[in-house]
């Protein structure tokens, strides 16, 4: 369930899906910036995760990398999310959805459409009419958006069943940098499964993510530039469920000022009239 | 979509105007459209970015001409999407923007 007034009792009941498809890790990892594809393997296992994203290039080597890579991947037995990058208009988006479906053999695709090399944010019209296209043309798409809620609307009227923000644009580490907006997103799509994607940098933001109610957490660069990739993988594998069994326990209010944990009654040498003693006065 | 196909005869067919390989008369040179004689035409396509001189009648024959051919990839002409299927019935003409892309490692 993804309501966040309905905390799931118990692990069995906290399944994650998406488009019928359900996973057992909320970690989704990218493939891309690892020192080795070897490394990369083994980080996606070290992970646990079961979706990865790939992408597409121009082949050159009479398709030996992609051969290679591919390979890879199917030995690694999970889910693959291709993905838009590079796209910076809908057309772009569209026909490299089309590709990839074809090679990668799936109607999932991870739209990226890039308003701007800086920022690398995402395109919001862009977006939205590539999201249209290609729901009518059958894919499953998994839109990196913003937390523009206008955009949210429509990727969802357009067919998305699931969306994911970014924490911080993408690569920067960064962590969420506007929480207050997540939190907004995710009262008011309390039904859809929300992924926390780009600008994650250290495990606790991701399990800030996941203590949100955030269904899950798309990240690459933290683990694939870590120092060590495997051993981040697992860190930021520990850090999800962490969030995750957080917000399933219900976190508690906080609040301004303080609140005693110790009780009161009975606390030694405590003055009702206020505290003579305490400052070593006669009474 | 492509308007024209190799087994659509009725539909426009495109003209190329090639400068033979062999040293040309000045009569060849000054005719606007130049037809060849010879067997094999030779014309620029884009392949991948990069300028390509290619005989290829096809998008198939092309991918074969670049030695993919048995090779998974995913192919598009001028921004269109074109299926693997659909190559042998893909034409190419003068100036074509082809990609030709593979599976990679993705964020």
């Given amino acids: 369930m993804n309501k966040i007034d309905k905390i799931p009792g118990d692990a ?37 995760c079961q979706i990865v994203t790939v992408s597409l290039r121009r082949e050159t080597a009479r398709g030996k990398i992609g051969a290679r890579f591919l390979e890879l991947i199917n030995g690694l037995g999970v889910h693959v999310l291709p993905n838009t990058a590079g796209c910076r208009t809908a057309k772009e988006a569209v026909t490299t ?51 523009d809620l206008g955009a949210a609307e429509r990727l969802v009227s357009a067919g998305c069943q699931v969306l994911m923000p970014w924490g911080a644009p993408i690569g920067t580490g960064r962590g969420l940098a506007n929480p207050y907006a997540l939190k907004t997103m995710r009262n008011y799509f309390p039904e859809i499964p929300l992924v926390v994607d780009a600008g994650i940098g250290a495990p606790s933001h991701a399990a800030q993510a996941m203590e949100m109610g955030y269904d899950a957490v798309l990240l690459n ?11 981040m ?19 508690m209010q906080s609040r301004d000022m303080a609140a005693p944990s110790t009780p009161v009654a009975g606390t030694p040498f405590f003055d009702l ?10 009474s | 979509m492509r308007p024209a196909t190799v087994e659509n005869p009725a539909a426009k067919p495109h003209t190329l105007s090639v400068i033979p390989a062999s040293a040309a008369t000045e009569d060849q040179l000054t005719a606007t459209t130049t ?15 990069e300028p390509h001189a290619t005989s290829a009648a096809t998008l198939d024959a092309l991918v074969g001409e670049l030695d993919f051919a048995g090779v998974r990839v995913a192919t598009a002409v001028n921004g269109d999407f074109v299926p693997a299927g659909a190559r042998e019935k893909t034409p190419l003409e003068p100036g074509d923007k082809i990609e030709i892309v593979s599976a990679r490692q993705g964020g």
């Fill in chain 1, 97 to 147: 959805a089309r590709m990839a479906r074809e090679l990668f053999d799936t109607p999932w695709i991870k739209l990226e459409v890039i308003a701007n090399d800086d920022t690398l944010q995402p395109d919001l019209f862009g977006l939205v009419e590539a999201a249209v296209e290609l729901g009518r043309d059958g894919f499953q798409v998994f839109p990196y958006t913003t937390e």
């Fill in chain 1, 233 to 251: 993988a697992t860190a930021f594998a520990q850090a999800i469920d962490a969030g995750r069994a957080a917000f399933c326990s219900g976190l």
């Fill in chain 1, 12 to 48: 069995t009941d906290d399944a994650l899906t998406f488009y019928g498809e359900t996973v057992s890790s909320r970690m989704l990892l990218g493939t891309a910036l690892y020192p080795s594809p070897q490394v990369m393997a083994d980080a996606v296992k070290a992970s646990g």
């Fill in chain 2, 35 to 49: 037809t060849t004689t010879t067997s094999a035409t030779t014309f620029e396509v884009t392949v991948n970015g």
């Fill in chain 1, 221 to 231: 660069t933290a683990v694939a530039k870590a120092a060590d990739p495997v051993r």
């Fill in chain 1, 273 to 282: 009239d206020g505290s003579a003693s305490r400052r070593g006065g006669k």
